[in-house]
């Protein structure tokens, strides 16, 4: 195992870079995210995966919650912080981000950037309970989401449909939304009884995603049968932090959680988590 200490910080995102695949940028905090500053490191590491080399790092004035690569040009990132902000950086010139989104109220916990080619919109969602569309080439939001009455802890893009996005939320909604319709979700699924703190789309089925509850519970839901889910993951013995879907095969996806493990699972075989590794202390 390959490790990479962010000294003085605390992690809270990692996300490999779509275009340069020995790349990985890193959002970190101080003190939890409770004070001081953020950083955002970009590291690489060698083909055999047993180095890594810290090449930039970046810094904001409060603590980085999430980062999301651009897919259209391999030098810029966005990141969102603590002090209800959106940034985008352009690692070739490390020392300020190129642009600031100031709209938000509270935190912005999660950030996301459109996966196919043609249109270059960002989310970004907010402790302030809303979800916001921005051009990355200006610096007011598009629109503004407003359909969950808690905090939003993230919006997810769906990679089929360019007009699509998924947001979940402290209110325990997982919601649908068309971009051209912001006034109300088109699906509405009372997905967890707690706080819902991630979702991520299947990349082989667009009907198809998962969600990570504070209860410990991974659930897997279909929009064409909304009442219940397809798939449930009950290995996780604290909140789920994080979710992700393969990008390899369809029924793999990877969970981080507060029992500081991190799981891989294979839902289309088994319950069960395949692997389970407990390599962190927080």
Known sequence: MTTFKTENRHGYSVKFSPNRSNFLAIATSQYYGFKGGGTLFLVTYDEDRCLINKKYEMHWDDGLFDVVWSRSVYSLLVTGSGDGTVQMWNYKYPQKPVRTFNEHKKEVCGVDWCQNSIDDFLLSASWDCSVKLWDPNK???????????????????????????????????????????????????????????????????????????????????????????????????????????????????????????????DYGVSSEPRQSHQNHTD
């Open 139 to 265: 610096y007011c939001s598009l629109t503004t989401y407003k359909g969950h009455d808690r905090l939003v802890y993230e919006a997810k893009w769906s990679p089929f449909l360019s007009s699509c996005f998924a947001s979940v939320s402290g209110d325990g909604m997982l919601n649908i939304w068309d971009c051209s319709s912001p006034l109300r979700p088109s699906v509405k699924i009372n997905a967890h009884q707690a706080e819902i703190l991630s979702c991520s789309w299947n990349q082989f089925y667009p009907f198809v995603l998962a969600t990570g509850g504070a209860e410990g519970l991974i659930r897997i839901w279909d929009m064409r049968k909304m009442l219940t889910p397809i798939f449930q993951l009950e290995g996780c013995q604290d909140a789920v932090k994080r979710v992700q879907c393969s990008p390899h095969h369809w029924s793999t996806l990877v969970s981080a959680s507060y029992d500081c493990t991190t799981k891989i699972w």
